[in-house]
């Protein structure tokens, strides 16, 4: 009874021989899981935040029970908050703790990119993907504008080479109505809030001059 009172509770005690204790001891392991960030931020008007939050470190090693570990897939931070934000945002912020599980760090780095911003439009030409070789496609319209946010601070201007629109053959000839929707296969960073006015359009197939856009 005296060494019963000596271990902690949930410490099986099996016996005892004159000089040696026995203990039966978890198996423990280790796992490297991704951090995720919990943010909750407001920016000012005229004002968003430009890119992902970035954390340092971004992974995390853990140690505990090998049968606890395998429920874990991330870990998460506590909240990051801000109100009305119109600038960087950084520091360190603490990781929500996980009943039996160690880190390897309790903590990360973080910061969020934000700014001042203006709404712009650019018209870039449509072009056409996955059209057999045989085959000839007109796309009508053969262009779209494009509406973003970015950067008010930004010294160069953006392109059409900046960005690409794409209408899919295959969805064009199996669509009752011979329309494929365009879609936004390229987008430069620093841009957001990205959207296309002309949504669809439609195509004449085979027997034509070949005078579409082809992706190549």
Do not use: W
């Amino acid at each position: 009874e005296q060494i019963r009172g000596a271990v902690k509770n949930e410490i099986d005690f099996l016996g005892v021989v004159p000089d040696t204790l026995f203990f039966t001891f978890p198996h423990t392991s280790t796992k490297k899981v991704p951090v995720s960030a919990f943010t909750l931020i407001s920016y000012k008007d005229q004002y968003m935040p430009f890119g992902k939050i970035k954390l340092k470190p971004d992974s995390v090693t853990l140690y505990g029970e090998e049968n606890v570990l395998e429920t874990v897939d991330s870990v998460v931070t506590k909240g990051i908050k801000a109100r009305n934000l119109k600038e960087p945002l950084q520091g360190v912020i603490a990781l929500k703790k996980i009943k039996g599980v160690v880190f390897s760090s309790q903590e990360v780095y973080f910061y969020q990119n934000a700014g001042r911003y203006f709404e712009n439009t650019i018209t870039a030409p449509i072009y056409s993907e996955n059209v057999p070789k045989d085959m000839q496609l007109i796309l009508s319209p053969n262009i779209a504008t494009i509406i973003y946010r970015e950067d008010y601070n930004k010294k160069t201007p953006y392109t059409a080479a900046d960005f690409i629109l794409t209408a899919d053959y295959k969805q064009i000839v199996t669509s009752m109505s011979g329309r494929a929707r365009v879609l936004l296969n390229k987008v430069p960073d620093g841009v957001c809030n990205v959207g296309i006015v002309l949504g669809f359009v439609a195509a004449i197939t085979g027997g034509v001059p070949e005078s579409s856009n082809a992706k190549k």
